[in-house]
Structure formats: structure tokens, C-alpha cells
Nanobody
Framework: QVQLVESGGGSVQAGGSLRLSCAAS????????MGWFRQTPGKEREGVAA????????YYADSVKGRFTISQDNAKNTLYLQMDSLQPDDTAMYYC???????????????????WGQGTQVTVSS
């Protein structure tokens, strides 16, 4: 059973920064995908950033390119999302997700992952 636990959400003013963390249980596979998604009430969950662990390849939604950075600390089994220059439109519940033992994932920013965390709220005020 894979467990994902997010933390680091909170309230910040526009232009500020937050760093989200996702602590993951240890995986048996060396190659897998992990991602960050966000969702607001009444809207579909959207991909923000993803990383192909094993190669380090990263993927970003156009709306966050240049502002958000996804990274992973293998030693700590932790995924991060550094969010800079936050805007009110970034307000959402943010979720961490993982897909294991995958060589490829055609659309890493699609919310088709098998494992999800419980979410952490990010609120950006103007």
C-alpha cells in the first residue's frame, strides 16, 4: 500500500512563496511518476507539475512554468513543489499523486494516477 502525505499549504499574499512537501512510503520500483495537482470547488482536477523519477524529467502546466519547481529527495522519499510568485488564481487544494513501476506515461499531467494524498490547501490573497 502506497501512502502519500502532503504538507506545507497555507495562506500567503500575492507575490509570495510556499513549498509543499509530499512524504511517500518506500517504493519497490526505481522508476515511477509523481505529480502535483490542484482542484477548486466545481472544477476538474488539473495537473500542475510532474516528475519522472529515475530520469528526473519534469513537466509543467503552462500556467505555472517559470514560477513552480517540482523536485524529489530520494533519500527522504519526499516530493516537493516550490511555488513562487503566487497569484490568487493559484488558490486551490493541492494533491500529490504517484504511479509506480512505469517506464512511460504519455500524459504525466493528466489526473490518472493510482495513488493520491489527502491534499493541502493553498490560499493566495490579493
Amino acid at each position: 500500500q502506497v501512502q502519500l502525505v502532503e504538507s506545507g499549504g497555507g495562506s500567503v499574499q500575492a507575490g509570495g512563496s510556499l513549498r509543499l512537501s509530499c512524504a511517500a512510503s518506500r517504493y519497490a520500483c526505481s522508476r515511477y511518476f509523481m505529480g502535483w495537482f490542484r482542484q477548486t470547488p466545481g472544477k476538474e482536477r488539473e495537473g500542475v507539475a510532474a516528475i519522472r523519477v529515475g530520469t528526473g524529467t519534469t513537466y509543467y502546466a503552462d500556467s505555472v512554468k517559470g514560477r513552480f519547481t517540482i523536485s524529489q529527495d530520494n533519500a527522504k522519499n519526499t516530493l516537493y513543489l516550490q511555488m513562487d510568485s503566487l497569484q490568487p488564481d493559484d488558490t486551490a487544494m493541492y494533491y500529490c499523486a504517484a504511479d509506480l513501476c512505469l517506464q512511460n506515461k504519455p500524459r504525466p499531467l493528466d489526473p490518472t494516477y493510482n495513488y493520491w494524498g489527502q491534499g493541502t490547501q493553498v490560499t493566495v490573497s490579493s
